[in-house]
C-alpha cells in the first residue's frame, strides 16, 4: 500500500482567530474524534465555520442554555447518551431554535456509531479484509460488550429520573419565623417520603430487570444473539470502543516513514480519509447536519 502522510490537525492555541459561526461538540481537545470528523465535513463550504471541542455533553448543554439566546451563531452538538427519540428529532426539526439553545442531539448513540455501517466503512481505501470479515468483526465486537453497554444503560436511565428537580424551594416567608418553623416545615414536607418510595421503586430488583431486558430487547430485537437487521444495536451500542478494534483490527494506515499507526490517531484518519473518499455517500445525519447549518451560515 502506499505510504500516506499522516497529519493531525493543529491545536486550537495554535489557530489564530475564529469564524462567525461556530459549532461546539464532544471532546478534550481539538484532535478528538468528533471536531476532527466534522472539520472534514465542512470543509469544503465557502462560509468558514469553526468547529470547536468544550469538553462532554453537560458541558455542551450548559454552554447552550448560557448562549444560544445572545449568540445565534452559535450551534451545539451532543451525543445522544440517554435521550428518547422524541426529544431528538424534536430537536432536529426545530433547529435553529435559540430557545432549545441551538441544540442538536445525535440520532445514534455517539458520532463513532455511524462508521459501524459495514458498506459505508467498507468503502475506506485503507480495509485489509473482506467485507465479510469486515462485518463479522463488527458483529463480535458488539457482542461481547452487549450485557455490559445494556448494564449501564440501566444505570444511566434510573440516574437520569433521580436528578429530576422533585422538590419545590419554600416561598412563605410566613412559615419560617424561627429555627424550629424552620425545621418543622423540613421535617413534614411530604416530597421527601414520596421521593424516598420513588428511589426504592426505581431502585427495586422487578424494576430493574424490566428496565434490563427493555434496552437488551431493544438492542437485539429479541433475538439470542446480535444479528444484522434485528434490533437497534448498531445506533444504540457504545459506538467507540467498538469502532476502534474495528479500526485497529480491519485496516491499515502507515505513515510517511511507512510506519503503521494505531489508537485514536487511526480511527480519526480512516474516519477522515472516509469522509473525503465519499462525499456523496455520507451517513444521512451527516447530510442533514451540514444543510441545517449551512442554512443557518446562508442567513448571515
Excluded at 455533553?57 to 447518551?81: C, E, N, T, V
Excluded at 422538590?167 to 421527601?192: G, M, V, Y
Excluded at 437485539?220 to 445506533?235: F, I, N, P, V
Aim: overall charge negative; hydrophobic content about 35%.
Amino acid at each position: 500500500m502506499e505510504n500516506i502522510n499522516v497529519r493531525l490537525e493543529p491545536d486550537s492555541d495554535e489557530v489564530s482567530g475564529l469564524s462567525k459561526h461556530i459549532l461546539y461538540v464532544e471532546g478534550d481537545s481539538q484532535k478528538s474524534f468528533d471536531p476532527s470528523v466534522l472539520d472534514v465535513l465542512f470543509e469544503d463550504q465557502p462560509t468558514p465555520i469553526t468547529i470547536k471541542w468544550l469538553g462532554p455533553s453537560f458541558h455542551i448543554k450548559s454552554a447552550a442554555q448560557a448562549l444560544a439566546a445572545s449568540h445565534p451563531h452559535y450551534y451545539f452538538l451532543i451525543d445522544r447518551d440517554h435521550h428518547q427519540d422524541s426529544i431528538i428529532d424534536d430537536c432536529w426539526n426545530c433547529f435553529p431554535d435559540p430557545a432549545k439553545y441551538n441544540l442538536l442531539i445525535w440520532r445514534k448513540r455517539e458520532i463513532e456509531n455511524y462508521f459501524l455501517d459495514p458498506d459505508y466503512l467498507s468503502q475506506s481505501t485503507h480495509l485489509k479484509v473482506t467485507f465479510e470479515e469486515l462485518k463479522q468483526k463488527i458483529l463480535q465486537t458488539a457482542q461481547a460488550r452487549l450485557y455490559l453497554d445494556v448494564a449501564n444503560q440501566v444505570i444511566v436511565s434510573i440516574r437520569e429520573e433521580c436528578k429530576e428537580t422533585w422538590i419545590e424551594k419554600f416561598s412563605n416567608l410566613n412559615d419560617f419565623k424561627s429555627p424550629d418553623d424552620a425545621l418543622a416545615k423540613l421535617l413534614n414536607a411530604s416530597n421527601f417520603s414520596d421521593h424516598s418510595k420513588q428511589t426504592a421503586t426505581l431502585c427495586g430488583h422487578e424494576e430493574i430487570k424490566q428496565r434490563f431486558n427493555q434496552s437488551l430487547n431493544c438492542l437485539t430485537g429479541g433475538k439470542a444473539k446480535l444479528e444484522y437487521g434485528s434490533g437497534r444495536w448498531l445506533d444504540l451500542i457504545q459506538g467507540k470502543p467498538v469502532l476502534s478494534q474495528v479500526i485497529n483490527t480491519c485496516f491499515k494506515v502507515c505513515d510517511a516513514e511507512g510506519k503503521q499507526i494505531a489508537g485514536s490517531a487511526k480511527m480519526t484518519y480512516v474516519a477522515r480519509s472516509l469522509l473525503r473518499q465519499a462525499p456523496n455517500n455520507q451517513p444521512r445525519d451527516f447530510r442533514n447536519l451540514k444543510q441545517l447549518i449551512c442554512q443557518c451560515m446562508a442567513r448571515g
